[in-house]
């Protein structure tokens, strides 16, 4: 069930407008750990995808939660790097929405265990306006 976050989080103070309401599905106190943000092309060369799988999980294993877009690429990378319970996903669309459908099973795990984010309403589609806003 989509609920909205009720407490403050500080790490999103330096955006231009705090996002009100921000949604959410998955384990909200995800976002008091630790956390460090991962991400990058869709079309990653050999040694990005080498390192950025090396860079999550060894991140992952000691602590530290993973943020990223769920984009194809760099950004699946991270989040199946780090495992679907140790990730945290902010979203572009609303999330009733699963995006990118090459990464809905992803998603559907992260939902499951582990934390997806969106500032946007049900039903808002993948714009390409919507990404930059986080």
Known sequence: ?????????PE???MKVYPKPLYYLGNPDMLKRP?????GTRH???YT?????EIAHKLSNVG?????GGAQGVDGLAHQSAGVSNTIMVAGTGLDIRYPS???????GIEKEGLVL??????QPSLKWNFPLF
């Open 64 to 68: 530290v939660c993973i943020v990223s």
């Open 49 to 53: 995808k080498m390192y950025t799988q």
């Open 35 to 39: 956390k460090i943000s991962i991400v």
């Open 12 to 14: 999103l103070e330096t």
């Open 1 to 9: 069930m989509i609920q909205t976050i009720d407490f403050h989080v």
């Open 44 to 46: 990653p060369i050999t």
């Open 102 to 108: 090459l990464h809905v099973k992803l998603i559907e």
């Open 118 to 123: 969106s500032q946007f309403e049900a039903g």
